[in-house]
């Protein structure tokens, strides 16, 4: 019995090694992502989002019973930014590489679609057999997409990704707001908090994308500036 016993849970603790390989792998990516991003959970309803052209038109006709919301973004030295995207006085440039990084993340993340080596106009389209993603309106720094679910045509999710780049501060900014309206209030469950998490986990990723494609070759960690404290106010302008 001894030996049985010894055996099994001999198996025990080599079969547990890759699962505590994996978990560790993933907090420490999470570490990495939460030091590395600001992060606020619920965009306020002051925030200049909600008069937006894009928002007003798609979703201000009407009241939602609830809306999902979170912002995310990083801060970079200018110094660590390629010179060539800060050449445009009025920071196009930048937004536009800003652009083109994160709806190609958003195109192999999603929909396994291909890079595309310019940013997208307003009317593209990537879809896969449930959501629809939409760049509905394009400015010098701000770009707007709809997420549509395909199979009942319902506009739920907006996402709205801003840029700024202060010289004076000798910083720039990229920001990413995401709200996902609902007709009813439901009881939460387990897995709406998990897609939530997903949700805000994939766009850290995309911003760390942009980190690496818009600085020389430094890592996230190196650069992107410390998590801003959680305050309701989604504005990185306060570092910037």
Same mark, same amino acid.
């Given at each position: 019995?001894? &030996? $049985?016993?010894?055996?099994?849970? /001999?198996?025990?603790?080599?079969? #547990? ?53 979170? #912002? ?20 196009? *440039?930048? #937004?536009?590489?800003? &652009? ?8 192999? *993340? ?20 449930? $959501?629809? #993603? ?20 319902? $506009? ?13 501060? /000798? ?49 996230? /960690? ?11 106010? *989604? ?6």
């Amino acid at each position: 019995m001894g &030996f $049985i016993r010894k055996f099994f849970i /001999g198996v025990g603790v080599i079969l #547990a090694i890759p699962v505590l390989i994996t978990v560790f792998l993933v907090a420490r990516t999470q570490y990495r992502l939460v030091k590395a991003t600001h992060t606020i959970s619920n965009i306020p309803s002051h925030d200049p989002v909600f008069s937006s052209p894009a928002y007003q038109q798609h979703f201000g006709y009407r009241t939602w019973a609830k809306i999902e919301s979170f #912002a995310c973004g990083i801060v970079i030295p200018l110094e660590a930014i390629r010179t060539e995207l800060l050449e445009d006085e009025t920071g196009s *440039t930048f #937004a536009s590489e800003v &652009f083109r990084v994160m709806w190609n993340a958003r195109m192999n *993340t999603l929909f396994n679609g291909s890079p595309s080596p310019e940013p997208p106009k307003v009317g593209a389209i990537s879809a896969s057999d449930s $959501i629809r #993603a939409e760049v509905v309106d394009v400015s010098t720094t701000e770009m707007a997409i709809t997420i549509t679910t395909v199979t009942n045509g319902f $506009i739920g999710g907006l996402e709205v990704i801003q840029t700024v780049v202060n010289r004076r501060n /000798g910083v720039a900014g990229v920001l990413v707001k995401y709200l996902w309206h609902n007709d009813v209030i439901l009881p939460r469950k387990w897995y709406q908090y998990l897609s939530i998490w997903l949700q805000l986990t994939g766009r850290r990723l995309w911003l760390m994308d942009v980190l690496s494609s818009v600085t020389a070759a430094r890592t996230g /960690g190196d650069i992107a500036r410390g998590q801003a404290p959680n305050d309701g106010n *989604t504005s990185i302008e306060r570092e910037l």
